[in-house]
């Protein structure tokens, strides 16, 4: 196993149209196992960062390097299924492809990924039993709630969903951006120490980007994105229009 | 679920829209059912045109036109302009290659159902489809002066059953005219179902046509001239005149010279058509009806396809959330192009299944009603080739169309990336 989860070196990325670069990050590392707390206000180029990790972009220059592999020099179709075989995502909200079951939004990447799909078989035997110990790890046990439609869950139902299909198939990285932004505080708090055991157990490594500060005392590691980002400022976190 | 997993999505997102979804695959199976039904309408329509007269080698009418010779004798559409005299009728039946002749009179009614004149012979030589017989439902040929033989429509629309009287009207109206009600008929026999004109015919012996009129003149009563049912069988009822003769020659090559004779006769201005001639001048005749039919079916799917590329296209907006997740999860771009591909072709399937299910629900509804008002008989059978290849083709279309909104999907989905702000 490869000492560090990502790497980045030398990256800069300036959306197509812009003049300005979004993001100049001379040095970032995240060890394997690591857990990691970034944040950083709305503006300060965490969008970018994450898709350039999850490889939908590609930095202008610079390497990003995913479990050692630079993901630029990926096909577009070869980055697409590295992302579904070692990256989990989980984002703020409206995680869930509302016309899937429960245990069908879990088990997404298992649809795109093979590798994750046959780690899963071989754990627990069957893609429906794995789901359902994720889900109950995750506190959702309650039959009831695996019938209900996706839309009709709260949104720490729904947050917990997203962390339970980040986590299938055990992926190296998970990426979670602002997960615990829409959730009260007892819920967040749930969601945390949720996150935190499944992750211990799969060994993966957590990247959490969020702009509220109370929680990095809980992480290995905290950092600020101003800090790894040369760019600093407001706005430079666009999207292209 | 997994083995086919872009196909299980796309039925997924469909049933989750299913009003939407559901309005656009209507939408389609009605455009589909238009199509083919129409192609049915047309073929059947044909068929059953070219089905009306067969085994009759010429068809002779005072002189007029062929289309409309064809359409008053066999159709029972229109009337004569003139009559052919029983000395030239005579002339023809004795020609060299003439095989059997069937006089028809036609000018009568009885309630809106045409009523002709003719001999035994009819029900021997007049011959439909592929060289079919007219048999009986019941009964028998007309035997008594006052027998008449009805088709099968008007025994069932007039609930008339073998031995029932029947009066015949002067002239072509339908009630209230002047009748013939001194000298009524009665049914001797119901003919079985044909499909054609002959359905909805009421046929008597001609020498009944001429005793029906002998007290008339010039289309009215000759006043104090009453001739009773009983007086009228002592007379000399000699047609005097035919309205159109069918003709059956002994070879069929000898067809054509004999035409060409009839056509050149000098005693009285005849006209002899071949009938698979005229049949078809008569289905040429409506031939831009039948062009501008495929035009609109033609546009009637564009109309239902760019229903469904609309509805595709404006739920890609609201789906751009679900494009990101599925591009968190690990879809590449082509994936997205798959699942919606696999709507369009989904629905184009269900459409196209749909469109047929209608297609014979709507025949089986207007089968009766076609046959009825129309005189066209529309068989219900399973599709044939050329319509499975139509909804093939049409499907097809569907799945290509898909491509558009599968495209918009790509590049929406690519340049949202992964956090999508709405």
């Known amino acids: 196993m490869s000492s560090s989860a990502i790497q980045l ?3 800069r990325f300036r959306w197509r149209g812009q003049d300005r670069a979004t993001l100049d990050i001379p040095a970032f590392q995240v060890a394997a196992k690591e857990r990691l707390f970034i944040h950083g206000p709305s503006g300060s180029g965490k969008t970018t960062l994450l898709n350039l990790l999850a490889g939908v972009s590609t930095p202008e220059c610079g390497t990003v390097k995913v479990l050692d592999q630079d993901i630029a020099a990926l096909s577009n179709a070869r980055r697409d299924a590295f992302r579904a075989d070692h990256i989990g995502l989980i984002f703020q909200m409206f995680n869930l492809v509302p016309y899937l079951s429960l245990v069908d939004n879990v088990l997404l990447p298992c649809r795109f990924s ?6 899963v078989l071989s754990e627990a035997g069957d893609l429906d039993t794995a789901a359902y110990e994720l889900l109950r790890d995750m506190g959702l046990d309650d039959p009831r709630v695996h019938k209900r439609s996706v839309s009709e869950l709260s949104v720490g139902q729904q ?17 979670a951006d602002e997960p615990t932004s829409s959730l009260d505080t007892d819920t967040q708090e749930l969601f945390l120490q949720r996150l935190f055991a499944e992750v211990a157990q799969t060994g993966s490594a957590l990247l959490f980007v969020s702009h509220d500060e109370r929680l990095q005392d809980r992480f290995d590691r905290s950092v600020a994105l101003a800090d790894i980002n040369r760019i600093a400022g407001d706005s430079v976190d666009g ?3 | 679920m997994n083995r086919f997993p872009i196909i299980a999505l796309a039925v997924g997102s469909l049933i989750n829209r299913r009003l939407t979804a559901g309005l656009t695959l209507f939408a389609l199976a009605v455009s589909m059912m238009l199509v083919l039904g129409v192609e049915k309408v047309r073929n059947e329509a044909k068929a059953s045109f070219a089905n009306t007269i067969s085994g009759t080698d010429l068809i002779v009418g005072a002189r007029s036109g062929s289309v409309q010779l064809l359409l008053y004798s ?15 009728y005579q002339n023809i039946a004795r020609r060299p290659g003439v095989a059997w002749t069937v006089p028809l009179s036609l000018g009568d009614s009885h309630r809106g159902y045409k009523v002709l004149g003719t001999t035994g012979d009819y029900f021997r030589h007049y011959r439909y489809g592929k060289k079919r017989n007219l048999a009986f439902a019941s009964g028998q040929p007309f035997d008594d002066l006052f027998d008449a ?13 073998e031995g029932d009287p029947l009066v015949v009207a002067h002239g072509l109206g339908r009630q209230g005219f002047q009748t013939h009600k001194d000298k009524p008929f009665r049914v001797s026999g119901i003919l079985a179902k044909t499909g054609t004109a002959v359905d909805r015919t009421v046929h008597v012996s001609l020498e009944a046509i001429e005793a029906i009129h002998v007290d008339w003149k010039s289309g009215a009563r000759v006043p104090g001239m009453a001739v009773s049912a009983d007086q009228v069988r002592q007379m000399d009822l000699t047609p005097r005149t035919v309205t159109a003769v069918l003709v059956g020659t002994e070879t069929r090559f000898g067809a054509f010279g004999l035409m060409r004779s009839i056509n050149d006769y000098r005693g009285e201005p005849l006209l002899a058509i071949l009938p698979g001639v005229a049949l078809q001048e008569l289905w040429d005749l409506m031939g831009t009806a039948e062009v501008a039919l495929s035009v609109i079916s033609v546009f009637v ?3 239902g396809l760019l229903g469904m590329v609309t509805m595709l296209l404006a739920g890609l907006n609201e789906r751009r959330r679900e494009l990101a997740i599925l591009r968190s999860v690990g879809a590449h771009p082509r994936h997205l192009f798959a699942l919606l591909v696999s709507e369009a072709a989904s629905l184009s399937i269900l459409g196209a299944i749909l469109g047929l299910a209608l297609l014979y629900g709507v025949l089986a509804i207007a089968q009766p009603i076609l046959d009825a008002q129309f005189g066209l008989y529309i068989e219900i059978t399973l599709p044939n080739r050329r319509d499975l290849f139509t909804l093939g083709l049409m499907v097809t279309a569907g799945i290509v169309s898909g491509t558009f909104p599968a495209w918009r999907a790509c590049r929406q989905a690519l340049a949202d990336g992964l956090v999508v702000r709405i």
């Open chain 1, 114 to 119: 093979p590798r994750r799909r046959s780690r």
């Open chain 1, 9 to 11: 070196s030398g990256v």
């Open chain 1, 239 to 241: 999207v292209p229009a």
């Open chain 2, 301 to 303: 799917i564009v109309a």
């Open chain 1, 159 to 175: 947050q917990r969903v997203a962390a339970a299909r980040a986590l299938i198939g055990g992926p190296e990285v998970i990426v």
């Open chain 2, 74 to 88: 066999v159709f029972r559409i229109g009337n004569a302009t003139n009559n052919i005299s029983w000395n030239g």
């Open chain 2, 149 to 161: 033989v009805v088709g099968w429509d008007v025994a069932q629309a007039l609930g008339y059953k």
